[in-house]
Every structure is written in C-alpha cells, then in structure tokens.
C-alpha cells in the first residue's frame, strides 16, 4: 500500500477515550471521598458516581503488562483507564461493585492498589542504567529497593500528610527530583576525562570550553591534538560539558553515586512551592540493593512520620524544628557540603540572630 | 552473543519484595533478543557499577528533528542487539487516558518492531516506547499515525504539553486542562516536531493550585487555575466534618497560610481578599468547601531542572487570565515569548535563564505586558535602577 | 612646652562619664517604665530608679548647643548626660523630681522630649550639601522637613510599633537606610559625564575600569587624552567611578533627586531583620522644603498607623496585607523600576500561585 | 567675600517649624567666617540643587591614615573660609556616655581651632567636627590627645567600634557592650589609624537582639548578645500585665516567630527550646520576662551597605558565644579573618562580599570554624556540589 505519509497529526483526542459516566459529568464533580485506600470515589453534580481504583506500576511495563491491564479493564471497567502523572495505573469503574474483586486480581498479579491521601505514591523516576549515557546510577533498581520498603506507607494512610519520593540519576534532574519532601539523585563526584584523541573529530572546542558554568575547561593541545583541559579545582561533575561532547567521559564505577535531598515541595497548599535541600552529600552505589540508601531515606521518612503534625509535609516540619534539629534527630551530619557556594549562595546565610539555642 | 538465557543474578534480586519489579516486567519480554541483551548489558552495569551506553546520536524519522532518541551500547560485541536501543516518544493523548483498545493498538505497533518495553509514562509526559532499532524508527513512526498517534518533542523543541486529570474527574479544575492541552499541543505541531528554540520549552497545566502535574518546577510554561471570588461554603457540610474530627482551627485555620479563615465552632469565616487560594482548606474538606465560580488561571513561566544556571522555579507572568478556548492570549503571549527567547536566547539557555539574564522588565515590555506587584516576592531592595529615558518610553507606546 | 607626641591612645574610658547611680547598679538593672513620652525610669535590682529624659537634637550641633546641654546637665544632673544611637540626647536624672523642670527648659530652648517607644525617633542621616561630595541631595534640610510634619509621632506615643525613618544623600548609604521601616535616599538618575582633560593627570583608567559593578567603563583615548568613555546604558548611577576618580562628574541638578524605600527593620523582634524595599523610585529636589519627599512619607506613614495591627512594624503590615495592597492603598504606582535586575533579582521573582486574586 | 550676614532666605525656610533646626545651629556660630561662608555656599547649594564640594582629597594627622576627610570647596574664590572645610572624627567614649567637663573640653578645642559645628554623632559613631583647615589638624589632634581623646577611623582600616547602652542602662544587656566596645578598640589601636585592609571593617556590639545599635546592617562585625537557657518569668508580674490591659494572645503568642509562647489566661508557658530569642515577649512585658541567665553573644560577619555588590546582612559565624573580658576568643577570630580577607580579599572588597565571593565553607576552613545549621537558613538546593579530596581534608586536620 502505498499512502501519503502522515504527519503532525498530533496525539489522538483525550474525549475517544473517557468513559461515558466522565464524559456526561465532565467538569461537574462536585466532591470525592476515600472509602478505603486505593479507592477514589468522585460524585459528580448529577449525583453519579466514578470510582478509580488506583495501583501501583514500575513504570518500565512490558507490552505483556500493558494487555493484561487492557485486559482488566475489560473486564471490570468497559475499557476505560488512565495513568498518573506518577505513573501509577487508575481504572475507571462506573460500578462500585466491582471495584474489590478488580482489585483482587490486580494484587494477585502483584499490583497492589494504593498512593492516595497522605501516602508515599509512586517514586518518580528515570532512565538510569537502562538506557541512559549520563547515569551515575541506576533509576529502577533504586527505586524498586525503596518501594520494597516503603510500600507499607503506600498501602496504608498512615503518614501526617503527602510524601512525594522523586529519582533522578544525574543532574539534569530529568525526575524532575528539585521539588520533591525527599530526592533520590545520582551524582558524579570527579571531574570526567577526556579522550583527546577523539575528541578533535566529534566536538567544538569552543562549544564546549562555553557548557563549563564554571569555567573549568579550557582549550590545550595535547599530544598534538586540539583538545581541552580540565581544572580539577574549579569542576563540580555538572555533566553539561559531557551532554554537549561525548569525548568527556564522567561515569565512574568508583565516584558515582547517590545523594539525598528533602523538604520541597510543589503544590500551593499551605506553604509555597520550594526545592529540596541536600540532606547527604553521598552514598555509595551499591547495587542490587542500594541498601545505605534505603536506610537513609526510611530513616527520614520514619522520623518525620513521628514527629510531624497532621498536613506537616517533610519541608514544613522542618520549618517548624528548624534545620540544627533535622540534623541532630536523623544523626547525618552537617558538613562544608551542606552550606551553598553557587550563584545565590549568599542568600542562603542566615542573616539574624534569631537561632534556637 | 546474544543470548536470551543468560544468568543475571544481580537483577534477580530486583525480582523480589512487594513492589512491582521492573525486572519481572524486562523478563516478561526477554525472548526477544534485543530484551535478552539489554538483560546482559543491564547485569554487567550492576556489577561494575558503571551504565554501557555511548553517547547518543542523532537519529530520527523523516522531516522530524524531535521525538527519537539515540542511544548505542558500548559493547555491541558482546550485547549486538541492543547495539542500537533508542527511544521513541509517543505524544499521549491528554490526561494520559485510554480506551483499552487504544493501548492494544500501540502494543501491538511495538510487539512487531521493538524490544516491548516501554515506560508509562516518561517524565514529560510521553509513552516510552525503549528500545528501537534505527531502520524499525520509520516503520513505527508510520504504523503509529496510521492508528492516530504521533511522536512527541525532543531537543531544543516545544516539549509535549501534558496536563493534570482536571474536569475529566477533578471536582476543583478551575479551567479544562485536558482541552487547553490538547489545543495547544494541535496547535504547535510543527513547534514540536521540528527544533529551533535555543533550547527545549515546556508547558504543564494544572487545573487548580495543587498542581498535580507539578507544572510550576517541571515547566517552561506552567499554568495554575485559580479563582477570583469567594471560596463556596456548604455550612452543613462544614459541621459535619468538625464532627466527625476535623480539629478546624488546628488542622485549618492555623494552616492557612494568610491566617484569613476563622472558626467560632459553628462557622466557617474566611476573608476571601486576603486568601491567596493555597487550596489547604479545600483539600481538607472536600465536601463542604469549593473554589470560586470565577474561575481563571495564573501564567507563570521559567520553570526548570539546574541546568545549568541552577533550578528555577516559574515565576509568575499573568496573575490572572480566563482560560477559554480558544486560548487566543495564551497563543499570543507564547509566540511573543517565543520571538523575543528565539531572537536573543543563548544556545541551551532556557526561557527562565533568559528573563533572570534580560530583567524581568525588559521582558514584559517586549512581551506587551505591563508589570504589576503580584510579580514580585517583594519590590527591589537594591539601589541600582536603570532609569529609561522618558522619551524612548514614550516611543514605545 | 615640648612634650612627647600622644598617638594611639584611644577613647577616654566610658567609665569617666557614667553617673554614680549607673555604677552602683551597672549590670544589674531590673525593669524599665515609660511614665510618659521622652521619659525612662530603669529600676535597679537594688531599687534604686534612674530617669532618662530623651530630646530631640539636629544632630548637626554647635558647640553653643552643646554647652547648654552641658549647663543644664550640670543644673539637673550632676553633669551627666549621653547621646542614643539615634542621635537623641539623653539626661540622666537619679532624682525624679527634676525630670519635669528640666524637660520645660529644654523644650523653651526647642529641644522637645521624645522618641520611646511606640514613635519615630530622630532621622539617621548623613552630610548631604553640608559636607560631602557625593550628595545626591541635601541631608539636614530634608531630615528638617520631614521632622516638622512627623513631630507629633515623636512627641506621642500613637503609632503601632517603632517606626525607623533613615536617610542617605547617596546610595554610599552612610544612613545605612537599607534596613529601615521608612529609607529616603538620594538618587542620582543619570550617567556621569567625564573630565577628560583632567582624567590623566588624577585617575588611573584599569581602577577606574575596574570599579565599575556593570562594566559601563571603558578605556579610551578622547581629544588626544587616556581617558574613558561610559556607556549610558549600562550605567545604574551608583557612584562608584565617581569615589575613586574625581574627574567623573556625577552630580546634576536635573536628574539628582530622592527615592523611598519602605519596609526594613533591624532588630530581631518578631521577624528577622529584612532590607526597605523601594517604594518611589524618584522624587524631584525642591529645596528647601522637598513638599513631594515630605507628602509622600507622611502619607505612608498615615496608612500604616490606620491600618496596622498593634506591634506590626511598617514591613510586617505590608508582609501581612501584600505588596499589592501597598501600593493600591497608598496609591503609588507599581512600575518597571520595582522590579529588581540586578544580581539576585531572580530570588525576587514570585514563584509560586499564591496570589490574593 | 567671607561673608557673615549675607542673606539667606531659602535657609532660613528652614528655621520655622517645630523641629530642633540645623540652620539655627549653624547660624549660632555665624560669626566664624567659616560658618558665615558655609552658610552662603550652603544657600547656593539650596537655590542651584547642587552640592559645591570638590572630591575629596587625602588630609591627615602625623602618623595616622585615617580620622580625618579631606574637604575643598569649588568655590573657593567665593568661599575661601570654606576652601578647606575638612572634618575630623573623634572617637566617642563607649555609649556615647559624657560628663558636661569632657563636653566643654571637646567644644573648648573646637571653639579654638575649628568651625565650632559638630555632629553628636557620626553614622559610624564618632564624634564629628565639621570643618577644619589643613593647618589646624595637627594642632587639633595634640589638643584631642592631651585631654585624652584620639581620633576615629575612616579609609580601609578598622572603623570606630560603636555599642549600644548596654549594662549601663538596660536590664537586657546580656554581655558587657560598653567594656567590649572599649576593650576591642583600645585592643586595635594601630588597625583603626592606619589603613591596611582591602576595605573598611567595623564592628558594632548591641547587648541582646534589639539590636539597638543596628549591627546587623551596619557593622562588618556584629556581636549581639543572646541566651542559652530560659526566659525568666515572674508569674505574678504576667498577670498584672494581662489585667492592665495586655492582650497576650494576641500581642504576644500570635506574635512570637515559632509559635513556642502559650498563655492559657493564668500562666505563661514557653517551649524554651523553640524559642528563638527573638525579644519580643519580652519587650511587651519588661516587668515580668527576662533573657535567661546563662548569657552570651551570636557572632555575625558581613554587614554592609550597597557599594558595590549589593548591601548584606551580617551572617551568623558563631552561633553562641561566652563573652567575657579579655575577648581572647573574639580577637583571634578577628584577627584570623584580618589575615585571611587581608590577603585574599580585593580592593574595596568587604569581608561580606568576600565570603560570598570565596564561599563560606572555605572561608570557615580558613578561619579554623567548624559548619554548622545554624550558619544558614537552609542547606544548599542546588547540585553543584565541590568535593574535595579527602586526602587534602585530612591533612588539614
Ligand atoms: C491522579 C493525580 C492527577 C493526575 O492527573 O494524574 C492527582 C489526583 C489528586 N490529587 Fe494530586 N494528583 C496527582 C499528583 C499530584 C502532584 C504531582 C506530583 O506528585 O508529582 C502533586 C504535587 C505534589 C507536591 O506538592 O510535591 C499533587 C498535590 C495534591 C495536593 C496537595 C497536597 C499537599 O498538601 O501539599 C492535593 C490535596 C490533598 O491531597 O489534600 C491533591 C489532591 C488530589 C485529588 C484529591 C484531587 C481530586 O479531587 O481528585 C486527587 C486524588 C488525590 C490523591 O491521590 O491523594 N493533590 N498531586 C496525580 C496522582 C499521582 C499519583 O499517582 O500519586
Ligand atoms: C526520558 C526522560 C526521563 C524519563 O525516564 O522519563 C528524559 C531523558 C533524558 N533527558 Fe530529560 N528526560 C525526561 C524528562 C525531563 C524532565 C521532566 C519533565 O519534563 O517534566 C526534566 C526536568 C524539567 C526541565 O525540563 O527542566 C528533564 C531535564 C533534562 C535536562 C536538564 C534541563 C535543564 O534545563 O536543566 C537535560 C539536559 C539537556 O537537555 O541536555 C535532559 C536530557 C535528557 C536526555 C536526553 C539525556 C541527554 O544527555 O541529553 C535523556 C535521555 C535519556 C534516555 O536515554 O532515554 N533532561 N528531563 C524524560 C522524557 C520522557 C518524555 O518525553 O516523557
Ligand atoms: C537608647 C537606645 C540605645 C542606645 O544605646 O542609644 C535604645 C534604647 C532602648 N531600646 Fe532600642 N534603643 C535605641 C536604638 C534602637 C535601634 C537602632 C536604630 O534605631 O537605629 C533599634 C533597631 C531598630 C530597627 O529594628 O530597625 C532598636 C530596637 C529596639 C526594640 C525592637 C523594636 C521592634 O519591635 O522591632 C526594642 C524593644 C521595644 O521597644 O519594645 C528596644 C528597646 C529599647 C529599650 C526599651 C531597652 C531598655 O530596656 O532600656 C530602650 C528604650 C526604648 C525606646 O527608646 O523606645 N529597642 N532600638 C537607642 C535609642 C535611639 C533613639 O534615640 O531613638
Ligand atoms: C560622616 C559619615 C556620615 C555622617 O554624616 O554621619 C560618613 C561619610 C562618608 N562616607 Fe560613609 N559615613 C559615615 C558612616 C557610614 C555608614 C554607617 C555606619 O558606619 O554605621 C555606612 C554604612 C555601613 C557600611 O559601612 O556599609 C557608610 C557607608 C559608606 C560607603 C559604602 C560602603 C559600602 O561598602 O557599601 C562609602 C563609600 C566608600 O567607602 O567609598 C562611604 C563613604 C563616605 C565618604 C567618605 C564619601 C566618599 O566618597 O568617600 C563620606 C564623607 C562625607 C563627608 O564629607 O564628611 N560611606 N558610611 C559617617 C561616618 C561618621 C563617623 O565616623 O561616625
Ligand atoms: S536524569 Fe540524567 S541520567 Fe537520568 S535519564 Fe535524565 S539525563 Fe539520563
Ligand atoms: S562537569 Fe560541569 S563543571 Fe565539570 S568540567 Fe564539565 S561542565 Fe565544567
Ligand atoms: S491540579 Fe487541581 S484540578 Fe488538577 S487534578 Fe490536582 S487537584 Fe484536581
Ligand atoms: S484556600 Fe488557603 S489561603 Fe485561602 S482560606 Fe483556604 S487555607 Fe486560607
Ligand atoms: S551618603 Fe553619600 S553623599 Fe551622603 S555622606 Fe555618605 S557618601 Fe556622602
Ligand atoms: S556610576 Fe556606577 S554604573 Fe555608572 S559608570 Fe560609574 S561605576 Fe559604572
Ligand atoms: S540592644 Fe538590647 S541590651 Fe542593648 S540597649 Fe537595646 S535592648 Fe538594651
Ligand atoms: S523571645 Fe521571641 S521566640 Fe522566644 S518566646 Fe518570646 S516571642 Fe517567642
């Protein structure tokens, strides 16, 4: 056959795939409970009711996994379901009734429904090992390592309020993890090297002496080549010298690893949107199971778990307490990696003498 | 080499505990060669602790310079079907719901020409489909706009707009997220498909200041629906929740954020001028409280990831504007922004850099709009003002 | 005679000039009153009571001045008086009765008593015409006339909480004004224009260079000379050339002017210390009476007195109602100027939906 | 041309109203040629909005590098009392305490040598006379030292120390302001008058976090006194406050920063450890509250005004402190950062902009502090992180 290729021809229209109950009560809903956890129930004006049971996913899902879903939905829900914007998986039910026993299966295919109210959802992540160059660790087996743990907060609603996990495996942040009550991310902690001898074919010198925000680069020829120098001094493993040169080399078995981050947040709810600050420099990457990672960041959640007020995400409990306590109740350190030396940093001095002491 | 039985003892371990395990999901695939491969390569990375990718390259489908992204193993060797392992972005449709036929249809698109693995969703937004060979890239791209899809952004592109779930179930959107996104992203098709910002721009829309989509750190364009008028009160309702334990001052009135709600144990009293629409007392009792019936959005813009200037949150550019379709000010504030940015941006300077690197007045009068307090955390507290000469104000207007 | 030449030998000791009643009770005060406006009465551990009677001074004093204070501190208080950070004058009584007779002559000779408490206090100023090159604008006569307007806040006790007027004649800040409830500020608005014949013979052009923060200098050889140009554009008017070479001419009737700025605070009551953020970019010189610098303080004052809460300082209100409000309330405009360009003028940005619609 | 009775109308404006006028001050010592000129030069000044001070030029006392700011009119030939009108900076006695003597001795010298204007005080604190001959200067200085006063600082050189009331007066001095500021001055005598510095570096001791001495903004380092232990209340006195009229609720508990102050309409209850000696309650009720017993200072490095990186807020350096006489401690510090800033900083760079400049943990290491939370409002958000080699680490320790 012999068509005219198609083109920009966008996605296909969200309205092809509402359920009926969605589209006759569109943009009139008029409340929604939590009968039990997994379970939203959203009445509409009309007084109908949608019912989305919400489960958990990898996120990396095989076409195998993806029918079976298609197939469940089928099923229970006349075809109709959505994901998350954590990549959690929701179907739409019209029929409360069938709720449970679609939830029956989905667990026993090891789905567990879950992630609403003042849970931990779904961990956003990346592509790490699986399929990106600038990883400095993996994203799945991290996340899947945590999740193992802390899955009880994502089945329960026992926690003071929303924890939003992110990952990411470099700094590009592609998880997006600035913003998040506790970051997961990778980093790269040497200064790359460069392969001089190929870089003189693949990259612009000056291109690339212009990615370092730093100013670490500089032109040099080595051994007969037009190449760059690296200022170990001046470098902080960025990485943009490497997404702009692929003769700079930054993965490194024995540097790379993971650091922590808490209290941002995103919504406008109570306090406004801010980023997560760094809680641990480095952790080494241990895999298959990243085990000082899960401990640090169960540790976190636990003592935050117990001491928060009720609607006191991460961030605002540290409010509360104040930094100097955060450090002492978790027992990390406060180190010179800690106080801020970027383009802002000196906003970060505290500039009174309002101290607990 | 390649090998679909290979011992992964590291990865096994994944298999365990409760969670879903993405090994589980690799495995369920693993008869293909390329998933056998990627099973090896993946087993090499945990135990040397390094990934085995090359540096990407570019690669793509005709007459598009965004949606694919290359990626080549480094030991094609020994892994050769993964040797070349790209990406496809498939743009989702809005609110990334599906027909169970829908989902049927792309699986069978990669069942035939990929490793059948994909990510749902990536973090843009997009489906994912991992792993692509370069010579299946065009016959993918063409199956799939033959079943209605198509490829969504990469490189220094508009990124794929995605949205927040909004009317489609929310009870607090203040405007249609899924329709503006939709729009927006029909509207833009060739912005999308076809790189030339200084770098990438992405949209985000949430219907209410919950931002589900987290639009105000992930986007270039975040848009926040909010209102102008009174917070709606059911009375009843309000009781009915402080008896079945909602501790109201504690849980709520001492929360907000303006300290404008009050509780006297029998009603609810908010000062709706000094609410700055955070939603908390909303959030908490659904049932009973609403947003405004005058209902708009905020535009704020600059959002991003660090780099490399460091991590932006977006800042806010129109307090308020009625989000209607068809959208015709937010198209015209974009291609304004898009004008001034493509003009003057650096290579790899996103918009949020941009304006922090122009001023923030120079912007809004290049991009027509007058600036207002709500901009501001606070006025300036330097000295340095440049002062305009009156006469090439003047001329401006 | 020839004696030896002193050098480095310091202040007299405090200690010389403290009244006995201070050293019998130094460290060991208990309490303070305010029985009326202008005086203290400190309360010793041991009982003993000492009275503080504040007036008002110019600051700018002649000696005839401070000789009659010296009489009348001699008459009513065994010579013992000081002067407040503020530039008050301050009489240390240790016997209450001879606060009111003193306070009558002081105040028949125009020294009212004033100042504690819930007031403005005397204006921190600087040199301005009097003395210094750099003026912008006068100092003793705009301080002059805004005090006569804002005395009643000086003599009562009427206002919501301290209120710290500063001034600056240039943006040296010699006020430091920056962190004041209310800043008047001379402001130069327009590039300095350059001496280029002088230029060689008194500036070095790299420092001249070099001392410019946006980089509007450069060197150049004008009509045969070393010397450079600025471009106009770049220039923000901070002066900075101008303190390190004299051939920059900076003043200008036309464009010289004043500029409020609101907001600030110091002490760490309540909220920490915060910087005065700009309210009017520019009002014009009108000596010698500054009717538009002298309406334009006033009426914010007014605003905040009728609207504050008890103990909210001028920052905190506008904290509390929103700069939006401010600016609506007291009517000044909101323009490009309040936005802020320069360093970390991105922290400045409102990144959040937080809005009061 | 001196002048003593030429006419000034746009001055004498200034002579009406209810305020203790500059103008009749100056017109007081009219008689002095000087004053009579500076009165003309002062009403030209007034009627062409210009100032008609030439820049200044270097001027001293033998010896010294500081004290003095060189002044010349440019007007000489119209003004020639004023030609050279210089002032001279006296360093004041700590709080700015006088006996009427050591005032008629000062205006004895001044009434002699000089213009007999002054300013009771200087910004930085000293005592300024306004207006002095080139010739006289040392003349001055001899008179200064033999009745015991010595001159300020001004240049790059360690300014004036300047202190609130302290001890002498106040119930909530928590260390001893008067016998520091004293101490630290006659300590640096050599740093004050002569000029070595990148830039000018001063210190400013307040007693508790009033601040009255604004420190925080105005002193390179600034000292404020502060407690470890609780608040003292007097139970009985709380209730005295609250039945004449003190709403503590609301002027108190709604007012404390972290919430930590709880009255129940009979007792005060303070979470001690929350608090974050702020003053507050204390300044609303000074009868029955009272900063804890176990006294100390906060240590801040950095205060400055806008010239020319932009104007800062003193940052903590030492959290808590004991401060008590001979100030080993304070001094070493001092002079650690003296040693450091001296050698590294720039031309006119303050110490503020100098640990921004070389980022704080350096400066810390440098300066043999320890980092801990207290130092920063919050850790760092952004990625850019500088490990340093733990080889290098170790030797320094
Ligand atoms: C389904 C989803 C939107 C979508 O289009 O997919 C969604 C749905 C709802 N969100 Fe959300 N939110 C969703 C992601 C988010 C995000 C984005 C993110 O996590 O990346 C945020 C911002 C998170 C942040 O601040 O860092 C978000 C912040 C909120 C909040 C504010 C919580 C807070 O106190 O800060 C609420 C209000 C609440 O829960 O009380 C909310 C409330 C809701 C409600 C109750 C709205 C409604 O009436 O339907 C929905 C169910 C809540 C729940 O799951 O607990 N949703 N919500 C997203 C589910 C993700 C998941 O699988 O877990
Ligand atoms: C696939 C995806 C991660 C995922 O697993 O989901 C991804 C993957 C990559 N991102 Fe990303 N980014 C992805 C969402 C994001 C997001 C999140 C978002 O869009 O909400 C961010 C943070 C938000 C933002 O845009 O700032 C993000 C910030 C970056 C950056 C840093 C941009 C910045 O200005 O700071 C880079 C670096 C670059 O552009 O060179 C980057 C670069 C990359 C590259 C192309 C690597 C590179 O060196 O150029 C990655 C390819 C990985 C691979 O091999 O597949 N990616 N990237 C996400 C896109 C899937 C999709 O289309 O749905
Ligand atoms: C005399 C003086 C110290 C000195 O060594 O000279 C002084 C003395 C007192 N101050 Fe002060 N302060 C003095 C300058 C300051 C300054 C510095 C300044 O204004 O430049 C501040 C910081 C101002 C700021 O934050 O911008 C200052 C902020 C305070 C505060 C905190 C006020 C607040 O709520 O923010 C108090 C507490 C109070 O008044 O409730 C206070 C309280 C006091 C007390 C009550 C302390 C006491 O127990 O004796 C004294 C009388 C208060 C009054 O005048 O209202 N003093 N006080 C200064 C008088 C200046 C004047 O002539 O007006
Ligand atoms: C006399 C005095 C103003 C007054 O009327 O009280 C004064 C007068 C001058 N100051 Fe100042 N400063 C005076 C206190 C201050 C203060 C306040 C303080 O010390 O508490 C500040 C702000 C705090 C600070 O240090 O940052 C101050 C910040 C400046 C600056 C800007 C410094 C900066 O880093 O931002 C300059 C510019 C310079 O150094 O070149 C400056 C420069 C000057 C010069 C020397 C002008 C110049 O171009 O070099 C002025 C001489 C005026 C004259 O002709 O008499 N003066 N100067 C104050 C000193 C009297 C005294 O010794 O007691
Ligand atoms: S965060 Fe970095 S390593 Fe991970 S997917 Fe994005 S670019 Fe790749
Ligand atoms: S990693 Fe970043 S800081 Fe280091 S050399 Fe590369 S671009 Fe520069
Ligand atoms: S952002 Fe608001 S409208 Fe959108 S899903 Fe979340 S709560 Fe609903
Ligand atoms: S929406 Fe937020 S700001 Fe408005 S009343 Fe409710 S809690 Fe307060
Ligand atoms: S503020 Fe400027 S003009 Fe005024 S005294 Fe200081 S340096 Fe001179
Ligand atoms: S006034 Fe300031 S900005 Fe203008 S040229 Fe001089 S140093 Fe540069
Ligand atoms: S700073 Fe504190 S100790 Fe010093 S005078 Fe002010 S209130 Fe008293
Ligand atoms: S001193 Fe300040 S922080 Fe401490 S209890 Fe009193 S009001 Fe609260």
Redesign the interface.
């Known amino acids: 056959m012999n068509?005219q290729?198609?083109?920009?021809?966008?996605?296909?229209?969200?309205e092809?795939?509402?359920p009926p109950i969605?589209k006759k009560n569109?943009?009139k809903?008029?409340?929604?409970?939590v009968p039990e956890q997994g379970v939203l129930v959203?009445t509409a004006e009309s007084g109908d009711k949608?019912y989305?049971l919400r489960v958990?996913?990898?996120?990396?899902?095989?076409?195998?996994?993806?029918?079976l879903?298609?197939?469940l939905?089928?099923k229970y829900c006349d075809?109709?379901?959505?994901?998350?914007?954590r990549?959690n998986?929701e179907f739409?039910l019209s029929d409360g009734a069938k709720v449970a026993p679609l939830r029956a299966e989905l667990e026993a295919e090891?789905?567990?429904a879950g992630g609403i109210g003042n849970a931990i959802s779904n961990i956003?992540h990346?592509q790490?090992?699986?399929?990106?160059?600038?990883?400095a660790t993996?994203a799945?087996?991290v996340v899947?390592?945590l999740?193992?743990e802390l899955?009880p907060h994502f089945t329960n609603m026992d926690l003071p309020a929303k924890m939003r996990v992110a990952f990411a495996c470099c700094?590009?942040?592609?998880?997006?993890v600035?913003?998040s009550d506790i970051a997961v991310?990778g980093?790269h902690?040497?200064a790359p090297r460069i392969d001089h001898n190929e870089l003189p074919k693949v990259c612009e010198v000056p291109?690339l002496v212009a990615?370092c925000?730093?100013g670490a680069i500089r032109p040099a020829t080595v051994d007969g080549n037009q190449s760059v120098t690296i200022e170990e001094?001046q470098?902080?493993?960025?990485?943009?010298c490497?997404?702009?040169c692929?003769s700079v080399k930054i993965?490194?078995?024995e540097s790379?690893g993971i650091?922590i981050?808490v209290?941002g947040k995103?919504?406008?709810?109570?306090?406004?949107?801010t980023?997560?600050?760094?809680?641990i420099?480095?952790l080494p990457?241990n895999?298959?199971?990243w085990p000082e990672v899960v401990e640090a960041v169960t540790g976190i959640v636990n003592i935050w778990k117990d001491n928060a007020n009720?609607?006191e995400r991460l961030g605002e409990w540290i409010d509360?307490?104040?930094?100097?306590r955060?450090?002492e109740m978790t027992g990390i350190p406060?180190?010179?990696?800690?106080?801020?030396?970027?383009?802002?940093?000196?906003?970060?001095?505290?500039?009174?003498?309002?101290?607990?002491? | 080499m390649s090998d679909t039985t290979r011992e992964t003892p590291l990865l096994d371990e994944l298999e365990k505990g409760p969670w879903p395990s993405f090994i589980k999901e690799i495995k369920k695939e693993r008869e293909r060669p390329m998933v056998g491969d990627l099973l090896g390569l993946l087993e090499r990375s945990y135990g040397e602790r390094v990934g085995h990718w090359k540096h990407g390259g570019l690669v793509g489908v005709m007459g598009y310079g965004g949606g694919v992204i290359g990626r080549y193993s480094d030991l094609p060797e020994e892994f050769p079907s993964v040797a070349e392992f790209h990406t496809i972005r498939v743009n989702q449709p809005s609110g990334l719901f599906y027909s169970s036929d829908a989902l049927r249809t792309l699986c069978n698109i990669w069942d035939k020409h990929g490793s059948g693995l994909t990510n749902m969703h990536g973090s843009t937004g997009d489906i994912v489909f991992l792993g692509c060979r370069t010579e299946a890239l065009e016959e993918v791209f063409s199956e799939l706009t033959e079943a209605g899809f198509d490829l969504g952004g990469s490189g220094s592109d508009l990124r794929t707009p995605s949205c927040c779930v909004g009317p489609g179930r929310c009870e607090w959107a203040c405007y249609d997220t899924l329709d503006i996104c939709n729009d927006i992203t029909q509207s833009f098709q060739d912005e999308l498909h076809r790189p030339m910002f200084p770098y990438k721009y992405k949209f985000k829309f949430a219907g209410c200041p919950n931002d589900c989509v987290a639009s105000v750190a992930r986007s270039d364009c975040s848009i926040i629906g909010t209102w102008k008028d009174d917070i709606q009160i059911k009375a009843d309702e309000v009781l009915a929740y402080a008896n079945n334990g909602v501790d109201i001052e504690k849980e709520i009135c001492q929360l907000c954020p303006t300290g404008c709600i009050s509780w006297d144990g029998k009603a609810l009293d908010i000062d709706n001028g000094e609410c700055v629409k955070c939603m908390h007392c909303i959030n908490v009792m659904p049932k009973a409280l609403a947003p405004g019936k005058e209902r708009g959005a905020t535009i704020l813009i600059g959002g991003k990831a660090p780099i490399i200037g460091g991590a932006l949150l977006a800042a806010v550019m129109v307090p308020f504007i009625e989000m209607e379709a068809p959208y015709e000010d937010l198209k015209e504030l974009t291609e304004a922004i898009w004008d001034f940015w493509g003009e003057h941006g650096k290579n790899r300077e996103r918009v949020g850099e941009f304006i922090q690197r122009v001023g923030l007045s120079n912007f809004l009068d290049e991009i027509g709009l007058e600036p207002v307090p709500e901009m501001v955390v606070h006025p300036r507290t330097n000295p340095y003002i440049f002062f305009v000469d009156e006469d090439e104000e003047d001329d401006d207007e």
Not at chain 1, 128 to 135: D, K, L, P
Not at chain 1, 338 to 352: C, L, M, P, Q, V
């Open positions: 068509k290729r198609k083109t920009d021809i966008g996605p296909p229209h969200y092809k795939f509402l969605i569109y943009g809903w008029a409340y929604h409970e959203h949608l989305s958990a996913s990898s996120r990396l899902l095989s076409i195998a996994t993806i029918r879903f298609a197939d939905a089928d075809g109709y379901l959505r994901f998350t914007t990549n998986v739409l090891g789905y567990p956003v990346t790490g090992w699986v399929h990106c160059h600038s990883a993996d799945s087996g899947k390592s999740m193992d899955m700094l590009n942040m592609c998880g997006a600035h913003c991310l980093v902690t040497r291109s990615s925000p730093t001094g470098c902080m493993y960025c990485g943009n490497y997404t702009v692929p993965n490194n078995p790379d650091s981050w209290g995103v919504s406008n709810a109570r306090r406004e949107p980023f997560s600050k760094l809680a420099p480095f990457n895999p298959p199971r009720k609607h509360r307490i104040g930094w100097s955060f450090f406060f180190t010179r990696y800690h106080i801020d030396d970027f383009t802002h940093a000196g906003e970060t001095y505290k500039r009174s003498a309002q101290i607990r002491q």
